[in-house]
């Protein structure tokens, strides 16, 4: 049991490329969700998919595109990277979709995150 | 928009003291509030949560406050251990729909031996 695993773990990139970065979770979750964390700033939430087949915008969606592939990965693209976009960027899964309890071990609304991407566009 | 403040933004305490975060949100909706430890290089991981109906959690040498009034919550911790020294992050949420987080900008403690 992995939880959640990100690749690549580190990345640099020109202006104007492209890439993406996958997320995938073996824990049968049905949210997910990308976070950029930078200094001073929290983490904030750029997109989420509340279940399979659903995206959402977040805090600070804008230069960035999401795909939830199926209920156990979720993709983050860049399509025209930007220094500004220079961050660690973390993917997160919670278990449930309701607000029903969860198994034991679990807080009911926890996120569990992936170990994160740090991206560097020069 | 939704905000939560967080303080101080770092932290220095000797081992075996205790150490206070506090943390003040703006959603008076916000009904859940976990707390987060980040160690270097690593993804962030619940530590303790609270939710709205209940006013003090504790596990073990940690514990979180929750005064819904004010809308401020607090983690504790006693006999604070050179492994206590992370980032923690504060987080507003409301239990339901999405279930997103709002988080604070964190603190940086640092547990000196």
């Known amino acids: 049991n992995a939880g959640v695993t990100q690749t690549p773990k580190f990345q640099v990139l020109k202006t104007g490329q492209s890439m993406t970065l996958q997320c995938a979770q073996d824990?049968?979750?049905?949210?997910m969700y990308w976070y950029r964390q930078d200094p001073g700033m929290g983490l904030r939430l750029i997109y989420y998919?509340?279940?399979?087949?659903?995206?959402d915008k977040g805090e600070v969606p804008n230069g960035y595109n999401v795909s939830r592939l199926n209920k156990r990965e979720f993709s983050l693209r860049l399509e025209s990277a930007a220094p500004s976009q220079t961050s660690v960027y973390f993917c997160?899964?919670?278990?449930?979709?309701?607000?029903?309890?969860?198994?034991?071990?679990?807080?009911?609304?926890?996120?569990?995150f992936g170990p994160g991407t740090r991206l560097t566009v020069l | 928009g939704e905000n939560v403040e967080q303080h101080p933004s770092t932290l220095s305490v000797q081992e075996g003291d205790s150490a206070v975060i506090k943390c003040t949100y703006s959603?008076?909706?916000?009904?859940?509030f976990p707390w987060y430890k980040q160690e270097l290089g690593k993804g962030p991981q619940l530590i303790i949560d609270?939710?709205?109906?209940?006013g003090e959690k504790k596990d073990q040498r940690i514990a979180v406050t929750l005064n819904k009034t004010a809308k401020h919550f607090s983690l504790h911790i006693t006999e604070t251990q050179p492994e206590d020294s992370a980032v923690y992050f504060c987080?507003?949420?409301?239990?339901?729909?999405?279930?997103?987080?709002?988080f604070g900008t964190g603190t940086r403690l640092k547990v000196l031996a």
């Open positions: 998919s509340a279940s399979e087949g659903t995206t």
């Open positions: 609270i939710r709205s109906n209940v």
């Open positions: 824990m049968n979750h049905n949210s």
């Open positions: 959603d008076s909706a916000s009904n859940y």
């Open positions: 987080a507003a949420s409301k239990v339901s729909g999405t279930y997103k987080y709002i």
């Open positions: 997160a899964s919670r278990p449930y979709g309701g607000s029903t309890t969860t198994g034991v071990g679990f807080s009911y609304n926890e996120q569990f």
